[in-house]
């Protein structure tokens, strides 16, 4: 059946790093795009990037040049490298599908994975 699964989230220390995986099942993501969100106990949930199906990529302000998005066609998997993690960053990451980068309504979500950094 068609899911998205995110792995990579846990504990790590300020100025670390952690890399997270958005499996696609069930479809190719190859025509999609796929985006990161991330949602903080008391907080709106947030887009904090996207990668086309050409591969363009997009970053929220709050993560450009720490975080990078990437695709790895032949193993259906979206990835998100979190570099320089700092404790405004913790929160559940969730990837989800969409038609384009920027288009309203994703057809797939993920249930998220948990990332915290210490303080």
């Known amino acids: 059946q068609v899911q998205l699964v995110e792995s990579g989230g846990g504990l790590v220390q300020p100025g670390g790093s952690l890399r997270l995986s958005c499996a696609a099942s069930?479809?190719?993501?190859?025509?999609?795009?796929i985006g990161w969100f991330r949602q903080a106990p008391g907080k709106e949930r947030e887009q904090i990037s996207c990668?086309?199906?050409?591969?363009?990529?997009d970053y929220a302000d709050s993560v450009k040049g720490r975080f990078t998005i990437s695709r790895d066609k032949a193993k259906n998997t979206v990835y998100l490298q979190m570099n320089s993690l700092e404790s405004e960053d913790t929160a559940v990451y969730i990837c989800?599908?969409?038609?384009?980068?920027?288009?309203?309504?994703?057809?797939?979500w993920g249930q998220g994975t948990q990332v915290t950094i210490s303080s």
């Open positions: 069930g479809f190719s993501l190859d025509y999609y795009a």
């Open positions: 990668i086309s199906s050409s591969d363009n990529t």
């Open positions: 989800a599908a969409h038609e384009f980068c920027g288009g309203d309504g994703a057809m797939y």
